[in-house]
């Protein structure tokens, strides 16, 4: 699948990145000025060549690579000091344009649309001999995606791939504290035979370091509430536990509590899997007249209680969550009252909960 093979090559130059500090080498020293770009034909926006090279100039002062000059260097300019004769500057005027604004290097280029694609090329000359040092390139089918691409392109120019790029990106995002709400709908059962809808609700705050969470529902004949948290390890994988408890009226009544353990998984910043598994821990259930049996034995038979949960974030402040929540406690055969007739025949008491919902995120500065 394309997002698999996309998250495991960003993995991959993530290591190369966050445990081998590259080393930007004499590149620092190496003043450039940045050129209108040549519109060879109209791309559907106006003052394209001026807009793509504002944007590559940001983009390259936000690298810091090279020292570059804030100054736009604007083709009407050149024109009228008889630094640049046509609309593709040459090795010589690369020369005399170095030498009038005192730079080492120009980046320059030029932009099309052919057919449905809009296509730019950056280069950047060597002022002193005219000679080509890089050369970029990038197409898109959209206008919107320009400026992206114009980014890609930049970084380019600075010896940076677009999969690096993707990385720096992401990791830029996980820095970025987010708190995230949302409400959805959930199908609830138990092994008696009973289902019903409920209300899905669902907090959490993360950042870099991790998560923590509160969801549940808090609506319906089977009612759910779960706390959990996970530490990351490395960005993208985290060790996670939740505790839990679960509440059937669905039945005379049952409830139980849970403890599981596992990890949370997000090789890119816009999709996250969590698994997590475990045990009960107690467990309660009323007979018809009230009676209460409580107490009842622990059931750590793995996987008798799990957690699995899918999420994309579908827009910048919107994710869609999915999850599925699976209980189970056992043990009781010995303690119902003689003549009680229990719903649960196989002296087990289970419930499931499959849940989708969105999330609506925010930053925190």
Known sequence: MEWYGSGYRLILVFFCIFLVQPLQAQDQDISIAVVEFEEKNSIG????????AEWTV????KIGKFQIQERLLLNKVLEEQNLMLSGVIDSEQAVDIGRLYGVQAIVTGSLMKVGDFISVTGRMLNVENGEVLKTASIRTDSLLNLETEIIVLANALCDISRNEWEVREDIARRRIARLEAGVGIGYVYDNAEYSGLGLQTMARYRDFWGQVWIDGTPVG????????????????????????????????????????????????????LGILVGGALTGTIWTEDNNEIDGLSSYWDIPSNYNVWFSYQLEDNLQLFIKYTGTEIGGFEDKIPDGY?????????????????????????
Do not use: C
């Open 221 to 272: 004949g089977i009612r759910n509430i779960e706390v959990g948290g996970a530490v990351n390890i490395i960005p993208f994988i985290g060790l996670a536990a939740d505790y839990g408890i679960v509440f059937d009226e669905l039945v005379d009544y049952a409830s139980s509590t849970y403890a599981n353990f596992g990890i949370v998984v997000s090789p890119r910043t816009d999709m996250e």
């Open 58 to 61: 940001t983009e390259m002062k």
């Open 45 to 52: 926006l106006e003052n394209a060549g001026r807009i793509v």
């Open 341 to 365: 007739i229990h719903p649960f025949t196989d002296f087990e008491f289970k419930t499931g909960r499959f849940s989708i919902a969105g999330l609506y995120s925010f930053a925190i500065e």
